[in-house]
């Protein structure tokens, strides 16, 4: 962890001391002394000495520092609440790929699956671009709907877990959320799952490793789409 993150949570948990306070008012009449009540001829006198910092040997809030750390201190340990929106909602038919990823969408965005995606398409010039796709992080990271309402279709990117450009004779494989990228002499490239450390094997004709099934799948949008489904068994 952070030096500087550090220090942002130590001072959250001191200001846990603000949560008393219903309001500015509170905490300047909890700085005034018996003495105040005493001689001082009324709250606003005492409010006003305690706000010049006259009444604490520490650090006197205004009322603008006050409210923001009180607010930061609510939000720090009562976060609200913000339920993921499933991009495939409200979906019902279509292509069989949209399907297939509609399906898995929930899984997914929970963490109990993780799914790879290859495909592979052709240029009008005959070019190939294929690659492989960490289907959980690209819902964090991209919006799906115009996928799921067929107004948009799925490109490997360079930046993807796996990407091939024929024609620009580009060949990548980037770390994701999800997996890290290995390689094996023997079997070429494989990927390891960050979550529970298993390795997916994505050469043809072999299986792909514990906890892992892959699925050929006919689009009529693409040449060659397979997906290999990882059930996370355990996060460490």
Request: glycine share 6%.
């Amino acid at each position: 962890m952070s030096k500087k993150l550090i220090g942002r949570t130590s001072l959250l948990e001191a200001d846990r001391r603000l949560l008393q306070y219903t309001c500015y008012e509170d905490y300047l009449d909890s700085l005034g002394t018996a003495q105040d009540e005493c001689y001082l001829a009324s709250e606003e006198t005492s409010r006003a000495i305690a706000e010049l910092g006259y009444r604490s040997s520490g650090e006197t809030l205004s009322r603008e520092e006050f409210e923001k750390r009180l607010a930061a201190i609510l939000l720090y340990l009562y976060p609200p609440y913000k339920p993921y929106e499933l991009h495939s909602e409200g979906f019902s038919k279509g292509d069989q790929l949209q399907l297939e990823l509609s399906l898995r969408e929930r899984a997914n965005r929970l963490g109990n699956l993780s799914t790879i995606i290859f495909l592979k398409i052709y240029t009008k010039s005959g070019f190939e671009i294929s690659g492989y796709i960490d289907y959980a992080e690209k819902l964090i990271t991209e919006d799906w709907k115009p996928f799921f309402r067929g107004k948009k279709k799925i490109v490997p990117k360079f930046n993807d877990l796996g990407y091939y450009h024929y024609r620009a004779g580009k060949i990548t494989a980037n770390d994701t959320l999800n997996y890290k990228v290995l390689y094996e002499d023997r079997e070429g490239l494989l990927f390891q799952n960050r979550f529970d450390r298993k390795t997916i094997n994505l050469a043809p004709g072999t299986q792909p490793g514990a906890n892992t099934t892959k699925k050929r799948v006919h689009s009529a949008d693409y040449d060659l789409v397979v997906l290999f489904d990882h059930v996370v068994r355990q996060k460490i």
